[in-house]
């Protein structure tokens, strides 16, 4: 896994987006859209398609960006996703936050287009950061939010932090592993640890107690990333991927 700066990472994305798929039309599934868009498309054409299980978030992403063609309450789990009609699932951050993430990639998968794309985003919970974030109470989350990310909201109705669950799936191994499964070729897998900048000049000092606590794991655990993106490609041929 290459390891890149948080600013790198959605135009790496990009590229292979246009790489695979071209300028556009697209039509994307945002997959716990949440209240903002925060994936940079500039110069391709899409339609997007905003799911999030979260009602007051939903209006929040509505009234205040706009940028949704179609926007559905549901929970990921259960809400009904047309079979084969997206060019492009997205899901950032989400996952973590889901008792059954496997149910919710299987249904994602089944809503993706032949020869599609899936962008992922994740919390690795085999990183040092998503080990302590398993372990620790939701209101130290909400409070980190408020203090450290400066989100005075955090917590309110239709704003985050939620509940974490980290299914076992929830790392690098385990979505490799269920990709490979799945028959869905592996474009890019990228690390960051853009968390660490906003403690700034605590940053170091949070930065070492990371990699302190992955030594001690005696390498369970990795301090060279918290997050990972990944992008899959569904099998053009809807029969290749039930042979492998």
Known sequence: ISVLSSAD??????????????DGPVRILDAGCGRMWTWNLDGIRYHLTGVDVDADALRLRVAERGDLDEAIVGDLRTAPLPAAAYDIVHSAFVLEHVRGAEIVLDRMLASLRPGGLMVLKIPDGRS??????????????????RKIRHRPLAGTPGHGPYPVVYDAIISGPGMIAWAR??????????????HLGFFGRLAPAVDLGLRGAATLSFGHLTARYANLAFAFRKPADPESSEAG
């Open 181 to 194: 499964e799945h028959g869905l070729e592996v474009l890019t897998v990228v690390g960051e640890n853009g």
């Open 128 to 145: 040092a950061y998503g080990f302590l974030a398993r372990r620790t109470p939701h209101r130290l989350h909400v409070l980190y939010k």
């Open 9 to 22: 990472v959605d135009p790496h994305l990009t590229r292979i987006v246009r790489r695979q798929l071209g």
